[in-house]
């Protein structure tokens, strides 16, 4: 079946500009998770919706990032105002038991 | 101290090969170890998972977990160009369910070369 799908694949922004990255989890997944990987660095969790219960944004490095999500569906990132540090690969990944990875977003903010 | 070290490498070795792949943890509460294999480009792609010490073997692959010296390795006999990647080890602690955050190790480079 189809796995995790992400987009856009790639995107480029300015400095400041807001940035709305989509996740399509694996249907039935009830758990859904985002992680940032900086080049050369392992996966850094962000945050984690698991059903109906409230999301585990502890991973969240400040409050120009959230996300949200629809039921057992879609996810969106947000990040606002961007900076040049926000630039890596956004990886999602949904799980009901081990958690697949989708190909990720690559974000560069010049 | 991060929660799960890992040496970036790179790792290059000759087709044909034994890998080794090393991770240690700091905390004992972790419960669940994973191996995820990244090509260039890609999603990282779950190639093992453990929840006890002592070895688990799948084809090539074996993955070997030590909790009393937190310390948890992949071996790769017989390694194949096809094996070059980065490997993350990950882990998690979430006692009695197989959900939550994971832990990641920087990943190691290997390339294998025929």
């Known amino acids: 079946g189809a796995g995790v799908s992400q987009s856009p694949s790639n995107k480029v922004t300015e400095k400041g500009k807001d940035v709305e990255l989509r996740c399509d989890p694996i249907?039935?997944?009830?758990?859904l998770y985002w992680y940032r990987q900086r080049l050369g660095q392992g996966l850094e969790f962000l945050i984690y919706?698991?059903?109906?219960?409230?999301?585990?944004k502890s991973g969240l490095p400040s409050d120009r990032f959230s996300a949200e999500r629809t039921g057992e569906s879609v996810s969106t990132l947000t990040i606002q105002r961007t900076q040049q540090e926000d630039s890596a690969v956004y990886l999602c990944a949904s799980s009901l038991d081990s958690q697949y990875f989708g190909p990720g977003t690559r974000l560069l903010v010049l | 101290q991060k929660e799960v070290e890992q040496d970036p490498g790179p790792l290059s070795v000759p087709e044909g090969a034994i890998v080794s792949l090393n991770c240690t943890y700091s905390n004992s509460a972790f419960q669940y170890f994973m191996w995820y294999r990244q090509y260039s480009r890609k999603g990282p792609e779950l190639l093992m998972y453990?929840?006890?010490?002592g070895n688990k073997e799948d084809g090539r692959f074996t993955a070997q977990v030590d909790k009393s010296s937190k310390y948890i390795s992949l071996f790769i006999r017989d390694s194949q160009p096809s094996d070059s990647a980065t490997y993350l080890c990950?882990?998690?602690?979430?006692?009695?369910?197989?959900?939550?955050?994971?832990?990641f190790g920087r990943g190691t480079q290997l390339t294998v070369w025929p």
């Open positions: 453990t929840y006890s010490s």
């Open positions: 249907s039935g997944h009830t758990a």
């Open positions: 919706f698991q059903g109906n219960s409230a999301p585990d």
């Open positions: 990950a882990i998690k602690s979430e006692r009695g369910s197989t959900l939550g955050r994971l832990y």
